[in-house]
């Protein structure tokens, strides 16, 4: 099989000598195993935390070992008892084109409810992680005004729809470029802006000049302190990532308003979506409903081959894509 192997760790943002492209033998399935032909991988934010040698809530990358991710994939060989050929499964054993993995570690997907790439976005990890965020993190309340920051993202576009499909008084999104921001409105946010624009606690202050209860934070630095100025009394934070800071070399200054949150009695809450799979089916449940009726679409942005999968990382990192980034394999 043709896979990418972490070649070195990047000092700052990743660069194509990070990668390499191998050839390995394909192993001979054991007891329990199935060999998936992939055929969508995704290049997620997180994966740059994973390329550096650092303690984290998941274990680094290894030197010369092939990268790691969800993949979804046909079932083309089968040891197993519970999954059979022909079957489409999804799997973390991405970045490359064959994969054995455990049936145990393989969740059968199914496409005719939704297309596979939608198992890597919306109805997996980045959809679940905008509904624990926004509901059992950020304990979203109907009349809510929400922010949520990487609007245009996989993760941020599903927070902003799923706030307002829940009753939200008002939805409040920044992103990167006009067209993304064009983009959100016709998904229904009430209001967004470019944080490339101006400042953003003052673009924050024009869009929702009462304040915001709920700040869905995806990027943190200036966006995590506009959010806890513009907080209203009890305001609810849901931590889930810092995008704008994973390939900073030096730890950036906190913000430096951090006191507010005394006066204003604020909750910061961060959540790993790994911790919160108990959700998942009564997520489901809503967004395949969600999908079919139009009240959510996901948006993606589609690269081909495994070969280009490093360049579609490297520049997902840096606000390439509209919606989840998927490579086609
Ligand atoms: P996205 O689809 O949102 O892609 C990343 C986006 O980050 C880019 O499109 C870009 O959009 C934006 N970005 C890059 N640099 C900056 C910057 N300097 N300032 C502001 N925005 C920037 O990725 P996901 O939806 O998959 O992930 C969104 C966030 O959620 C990430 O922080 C990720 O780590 C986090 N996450 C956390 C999980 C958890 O369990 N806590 C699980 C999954 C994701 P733009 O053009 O707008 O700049």
């Keep these: 099989t043709r896979q990418i192997v972490l070649a070195s760790r990047p000092h700052g943002t990743p660069t194509d000598e990070n990668f390499r492209l191998e050839t390995a033998a394909i192993p001979t399935l054991k007891s329990g195993q199935i060999l998936v032909q992939n ?3 995704s290049v997620d934010p997180y994966m740059r935390g994973r390329m ?8 680094p990358f290894q030197i010369d070992e092939p990268l790691e991710g969800t993949a979804v994939g046909t079932v083309i060989a089968s040891e197993s008892d519970s999954i059979k050929v022909g ?3 999804s799997h973390m054993l991405g970045w490359r ?10 969740t059968v997907v199914d496409v005719e409810a939704a297309s596979p790439s939608k198992y890597l976005g919306i109805l997996g990890m980045p959809g679940l992680t905008a509904y624990v ?9 109907k009349g809510d005004v929400v922010f949520v920051s990487g609007a245009a993202g996989a993760v941020g576009s599903a927070v902003g729809q799923i706030a307002k499909a829940l009753g939200a008084s008002k939805v409040i999104g920044s992103a990167g470029s006009a067209e993304k921001i064009a983009r959100i409105k016709e998904l229904g946010f009430d209001e967004a802006f470019n944080y490339k624009d101006g400042d953003v606690a003052e673009s924050l202050t024009k869009a929702a000049p009462d304040g915001i209860d709920v700040y869905y934070d995806n990027v943190g630095g200036d966006h995590l302190q506009a959010a806890i100025g513009a907080l209203r009394k009890y ?5 889930c990532g810092a995008v704008s800071q994973y390939n ?4 950036e200054p906190g913000p430096n308003n951090l006191f507010l949150a005394v006066g204003k009695e604020l909750n910061l809450r961060g959540f790993i979506v790994g911790n919160h799979y ?7 449940k809503h967004a395949i409903e969600w999908l079919q009726d139009g009240t959510l679409q996901a948006d993606e942005t589609f690269r081909d081959g495994l070969e280009n999968a490093p360049q579609a990382f490297i520049d997902l990192l840096g606000g390439a894509n509209t919606g989840k980034m998927v490579v086609r394999l």
Excluded at 235 to 239: D, E, N
Aim: hydrophobic share 40%.
């Design 87 to 89: 079957d489409h499964v």
């Design 52 to 59: 550096n040698d650092a303690k984290s809530y998941i274990p």
């Design 39 to 41: 055929e969508v991988m």
């Design 97 to 106: 084109e064959f994969s054995v993995v455990d049936d145990d570690a393989a």
């Design 278 to 284: 108990d959700l998942a089916e009564e997520f489901h």
């Design 248 to 251: 900073n070399t030096e730890p």
């Design 235 to 239: 305001g609810r934070v849901a931590m």
């Design 133 to 141: 965020g926004l509901t059992e993190i950020a304990k979203f309340k």
